[in-house]
């Protein structure tokens, strides 16, 4: 199979606290995991990617952790604020890059 | 950045009628995508293409045909509209390599009438 399954769907926080979503994958041979950040009206635009050869990534608030094991794959953004508050996509693709699949999407909303 | 542009922006047609959704590219890249977004199922691939003339099924590719005559451009046919068909559709390119960004463009609103 090639899903990718999203969870939560929604998720709201306060302003300062961490955010979590999380991701699986049915595809073995995935071995390359980015995430997308879609504003209101606008297209999605990568944040943070991890390869399948790494099992933690860091970059300006943004954590992104890879279980090969159990093919799953999470987020998780510290310190949120209200310019947060977006549509967040996970994806999969597989050897070769050709087909990348995206997750159902989470929409968080960050309150102040 | 990557430069991904489509037309039209918003299209509304009737049912039956035949669309074309088009999408052009400007950074070489080899890889291209068209995807539709609706409430509840997040992006779904319909085709794509690894390089021109090229054209491959994604995951939803019943009710569409793609194109990919060169590789800049990449579309999307809806030969038969249908009101299932009322989405946004996003067309997004790529390279694989040591940057596997996709670069989307900036959406098509379609409705069907």
């Known amino acids: 199979g090639e899903q990718v399954e999203q969870l939560p769907s929604i998720l709201r926080v306060q302003e300062g606290s961490s955010a979590s979503i999380n991701c699986t994958y049915e595809?073995?041979?995935?071995?390359?995991f980015p995430w997308y950040k879609q504003e209101p009206g606008e297209n999605p635009k990568l944040i943070i990617d991890?390869?399948?050869?790494?099992e933690r990534k860091q970059t300006q608030g943004l954590i992104v952790l890879l279980d090969k094991k159990a093919k799953r794959f999470s987020l998780h953004i510290t310190d949120t604020q209200p310019g947060d508050s977006a549509m967040y996509f996970c994806?999969?693709?597989?050897?070769?890059?050709?087909?990348?699949?995206f997750g159902s999407g989470t929409r968080l909303l960050v309150s102040p | 950045e990557a430069a991904v542009t489509q037309s039209p922006r918003n299209k509304v047609a009737v049912t039956g009628g035949k669309v074309t959704l088009s999408c052009n590219q400007t950074?070489?890249?080899?890889?291209m995508y068209w995807y539709r977004q609706d409430t509840g199922h997040g992006l779904r691939l319909i085709h794509y293409?690894?390089?021109?003339?090229?054209?491959e099924k994604g995951d939803i590719p019943d009710g569409y045909k793609a194109s990919r005559p060169s590789q800049e451009n990449f579309s999307l046919i809806l030969e038969l509209a249908t009101p299932s068909q009322t989405s946004v559709y996003f067309c997004?390119?790529?390279?694989?390599?040591?940057?596997?960004?996709?670069?989307f463009g900036a959406g098509t609103r379609l409705s069907v009438l």
């Open positions: 997004a390119s790529g390279h694989w390599g040591d940057q596997n960004t996709l670069y």
């Open positions: 595809n073995s041979a995935s071995n390359y």
């Open positions: 991890i390869r399948s050869n790494m």
């Open positions: 994806a999969a693709g597989g050897t070769g890059g050709y087909k990348v699949v």
């Open positions: 950074n070489n890249h080899n890889n």
């Open positions: 293409s690894y390089g021109a003339g090229s054209t």
